[in-house]
């Protein structure tokens, strides 16, 4: 029996004459994270995507789970094709192909669309017959139109019959690639990671940027943050990861700066060179993995004085959620795990005994540009690290 | 072929001559990327980005993730860890364990043990093909069944069990019972693909498949619980602490970038299908091998001479095969008999077993061997 994948695309239904572009992007996105899977074609009609594997073994488990972290998905079916467009085909398929799911359930209903108007029954006279067969085949089930354990869904399409049981949900979201571009600050923590993953639910391709710090901070913990993205990029496609050695800057804040400035200064700085970095790489945001009152410098005066150095748009997504929910996702993303191996992050060297949880803007500014931390930028910026992310799997 | 140009090793399902890559990779290692990887200094990086690279390797082959693989001495502690792992895991709420008859001595002796400390244990014989059927298996589980514990082709008599409809089957009749396959024989002969199979177990080996020994793995599906075996370090997630083995845990990676399973299979089941075919031409020699096992194993039986003594005389012609498995020197084989083979075939039994480096001429210097000891050895 040959199986296929149909895929409803979800919000991108909304955009218009933007649409042929937004579903152009999102069959690149399918084809890019099924590639390793074999070859499969890929068309689309009736805002539904038809993924056809090309060859017989391909594995459509590991292709669901795929396309199960594909943004601008709402939801996707596995479903049997039937050898013919004929209603004696449908009711060959149908029973078969849902045997598992017909015998473990008690009640069903059927539920046909049909889009091929030439096809010679119409969509109830089509439930009654297969609902007819069903019942004949498995005499335990019953009829429930309402509350139904399984619902057989036929299509019949332009180009074909199928049959499937109720969808999948997907990965929602909108394309990547169709937001745009932004930079997301990555630590290595818990958050990040997931702040990362949500803005590309939004549609936009990441270009990731991490301050290192040796000998303060190892080798270790970059590469925890490489191993992170590789798992975001599970859903975000490929990223552009941007290290930045600030191993300098963080030496003379520690000489030059008022030790309870130290946190803020910091990532004023770090605004001001992922700002930099996004101009260079055409990113038109900044997304930071804040949480509002996680910490210090998460405060809300806090984050008026980090805001304050960047002149973009910054997102932070995780604003208003507790520590539970953002590692909820984590968990769901699978980046939980890496994010609590124990290495030293640019966040964790020299904070201050007692961080200012209300600091006042002017004078951070001024304790900023007393130091004089501009050479020092440019430096950085001369030897940042690229390394290109993309999913192990 | 083999170390000397005269030796004829039609022995591998015992254990394999490690590859040059493997070797040179050990080498290396050993004298070079000496580091302890869990050092927090570079020496110690660059030896866990070894680790690492070998887990990506083994988990490639299984179609797993990285972070499944935990890295063992080998099949029969992996085995055991599974074992006693799963066991201990869920013992307050299911006692008791279904095997096949006729799994490798490190389950069989494991289940053993576990019986002697209060688990039951139910074995569940072949059927005359020499397969474990999916409904006996099946029959045997009930809602206490901790763990099912089915290998994945058979040691010796390369008979290749249908693990996927078995456990499918188990997890229909309880979901919380854990699946073990030992796939130690089909490990690189076969695709043994993690999630195809529904297992949450797997046992794979290094020195079966031309790595060094002391070296193997078990797949631990992400979520399963086991309770170690043994405590210290923070090492294999604490599942299985202790400083890695890394010159051979390298070399097992490196072994499983070179699988060739298609290849491989081509040039083997040719050297199946012309030894068999020679060798039922020799008067006193059956099969004793399924007709579709894998075609790695040829188990066969020599007339009225017994298994030791045309192993001993065979390798005075430079052939070498085995008598059962070689693990269990000496005793009848509980899979023949299991069988139901007759006592005299069962004593005359001899393992033949395959690798891509064999010959047609290894082959020719068997069959002559067993023909020039049945007549000689059957007067004695």
């Given amino acids: 029996m040959k199986e296929i994948l149909l895929l409803k695309d979800g919000e991108i239904v909304l955009k218009g004459l933007n649409r042929r572009q937004f579903e152009d992007v999102l069959k690149k996105n399918i084809r890019t994270t099924l590639q390793p899977l074999g070859r499969f074609e890929i068309t689309s009609a009736q805002s539904t995507i038809c993924v056809r594997p090309l060859s017989e073994d391909t594995d459509l488990d590991e292709a669901c789970e795929r396309i199960g972290r594909v943004f601008g998905i709402v939801s996707y079916s596995r479903a049997a094709l039937c050898e013919e467009k004929t209603m004696a085909s449908v009711l060959e398929t149908a029973p078969a192909y849902l045997e598992k799911q017909l015998r473990a359930a008690k009640t069903f209903k059927v539920e046909a669309k049909r889009s091929d108007k030439k096809f010679p029954l119409k969509s109830p006279e089509i439930c009654r017959e297969l609902g007819g067969t069903i019942l004949s085949r498995y005499p335990h089930l019953r009829v429930d139109v309402h509350h139904p354990d399984v619902t057989v869904y036929v299509e019949i399409r332009d180009f074909g019959a199928y049959v499937h049981a109720d969808p999948i949900r997907g990965a929602g979201g909108i394309p990547v690639g169709t937001g745009g571009k932004a930079v997301i600050l990555i630590s290595g923590g818990i958050d990040s990671p997931v702040a990362a993953y949500m803005m590309a639910k939004r549609g936009l391709r990441l270009t990731a940027v991490h301050f290192a710090s040796p000998p303060y901070t190892s080798l270790r913990a970059e590469e925890k943050v490489v191993r992170l993205l590789q798992k975001v990029s599970r859903y975000a496609g490929p990223i552009k990861m941007i290290t930045v050695p600030f191993t300098k800057l963080q030496e003379k804040l520690r000489d030059d700066c008022p030790e309870e400035l130290f946190t803020i200064i910091m990532r004023r700085l770090m605004m001001e060179i992922s700002q930099r970095i996004a101009r260079d790489n055409d990113c038109a945001a900044l997304i930071t993995g804040e949480s509002l009152g996680q910490v210090a410098s998460q405060t809300i005066g806090a984050l008026n004085c980090t805001d304050e150095a960047a002149d973009m748009v910054v997102f932070r997504p995780l604003i208003g959620m507790d520590k539970q929910e953002i590692i909820d996702i984590s968990y769901k993303i699978d980046t939980y795990e890496t994010s609590i191996e124990p290495y030293e992050d640019c966040c964790t060297v020299f904070t201050p005994r007692h961080p200012r949880t209300k600091p006042i803007l002017k004078f951070v500014k001024e304790a900023q540009q007393r130091a004089g931390f501009e050479p020092l930028i440019e430096e950085a910026l001369q030897n940042l690290k690229i390394t290109q992310i993309q999913s192990e799997d | ?380």
């Avoid at chain 2, 050092?39 to 390797?57: D, M």
């Avoid at chain 2, 994945?152 to 008599?157: I, K, S, Y």
């Avoid at chain 2, 693990?163 to 043994?192: M, S, W, Y």
């Avoid at chain 2, 020699?285 to 065979?314: C, Q, W």
Wanted: net charge neutral; with cysteine.
């Fill in chain 2, 1 to 380: 072929m083999g170390v000397k140009d005269l030796e004829h090793y039609l022995d591998n399902s015992a254990t394999t001559a490690v590859s040059a890559a493997a070797a040179d990779k050990a080498f290396q290692i050993m004298t070079k990327v000496y580091g302890n990887p869990s050092s927090l200094h570079l020496k110690g990086l660059e030896a866990e980005r070894e680790l690492t690279q070998a887990r990506k390797s083994v988990a490639a082959q299984l179609k797993a993730g990285a972070e499944e693989i935990t890295f063992t001495s080998g099949g029969t502690e992996a085995n055991n860890l599974a074992l006693f792992g799963a066991a201990y895991a869920s013992q307050r709420q299911r006692k008791h364990i279904v095997l096949s008859s006729v799994e490798h001595s490190s389950v069989l002796e494991a289940a053993k043990r576990l019986e002697a400390e209060g688990f039951s244990v139910t074995r569940v014989d072949p059927r005359s093909d020499g397969r474990v059927h999916p409904d006996d298996v099946a029959a045997a589980v009930n809602g206490g069944t901790a763990l099912v514990s089915v290998m994945l082709v058979n040691n010796e008599t390369g008979a290749v069990m249908p693990v996927r409809d078995i456990f499918a089957a188990v997890k229909e009749k309880n979901p919380q019972t854990v699946c073990h396959t030992d796939a130690v024989q089909a490990f690189g002969k076969l695709p043994v693909r993690a999630r195809v199979l529904g297992a949450d177990l797997i046992t794979v080996s290094g020195h079966k498949v031309h790595a060094p020994k002391g070296v193997g793995a078990l797949y631990i599906k992400k979520g399963v619980r086991l309770v170690p075996r043994q405590y210290g370090g923070e090492q294999e997630k604490r599942v299985r602490p202790g400083t890695e083995n890394l010159p051979a845990i390298a070399a097992f990676g490196v072994a499983c970038e070179e699988f060739d399973p298609d290849g491989n299979l081509a040039v083997v089941s040719e050297l199946n299908r012309y030894a068999a075919e020679r060798l039922l031409q020799i008067e006193g020699v059956s099969l004793n091998s399924p007709k579709d096992a894998l075609p790695y194993v040829l188990n066969i039986s020599a007339g009225r001479v017994r298994s030791e003594t045309m192993l001993h005389f065979l390798e005075e012609q430079d052939v070498f095969v085995s008598s059962g498995s070689a693990c269990a020197k000496g005793k009848p084989s509980h899979v023949l008999s299991a069988l139901g083979l007759s006592r005299e075939r069962a004593d005359s039994a001899l393992r033949i077993s395959f690798c891509k480096h064999n010959t047609k001429a290894d082959i020719d210097a068997l069959c002559d061997g067993v023909a020039m000891g049945l007549r000689v050895l059957a007067h004695r």
